[in-house]
């Protein structure tokens, strides 16, 4: 039996009291959810499969989210569309039991808007419509990730090879750069 999931999902108690955990079956015990603080559950923590707790399958928040912020990366539609409130969604990305787990949901969603944003550089580049600054940041490999600068003297240390970049990818950006310079 799934959960009934209608949107925006109740966010307060019948005493007008925000209500965070209750929203999560993953934080609630069997006795939690059985009493007043089941009513409020829908959702689970868990990553992209929906789960099933006290024999109800709930709702991957994960899955949601990852969902609604394709095409909206500010989350904004996100939080109005489940919570019916900005500040609750900002309030509830501060709480222990979701911080980490919102953080990295984050990383991996501004990771997919720049497959995306690469992905449509190269499209550009293939049919011959790209604009410099497009080959630049292929070129100068500005999808890689960059380098923290520490606070203080800079320290000496041996430059190693980025793992993530590929000799081979630069050899074809560079191949390809060369191309579109030639006169015809």
Known sequence: MRVKLEYPVTTR??????????????????????GSKGAYTVF??????DTVYFGKTFYSLYKIYMESTYTDPTEYDFAMKVFGS???WEEL?????????VFEWREEKNKRAKSIVVKAMMEQIMSGK???????????????PMEVNSVGRPKKEVKQEDPTFFPEDKKRFDSILLDYKKPN
Not at 93 to 101: A, E, F, I, M, P
């Open 130 to 144: 790209a604009s410099f600054s497009a080959f630049k940041y292929l070129a100068d490999g500005g999808y890689l």
């Open 44 to 49: 689970t923590l868990k990553d992209r499969e």
């Open 86 to 88: 900005w500040d609750y």
């Open 13 to 34: 108690n019948a005493s007008n009291v925000r209500v965070w955990k209750s929203l999560f079956a993953d934080l609630l015990r069997q006795e939690e959810y059985n």
């Open 93 to 101: 990305t501060t709480r222990s039991y979701v911080k980490q787990l």
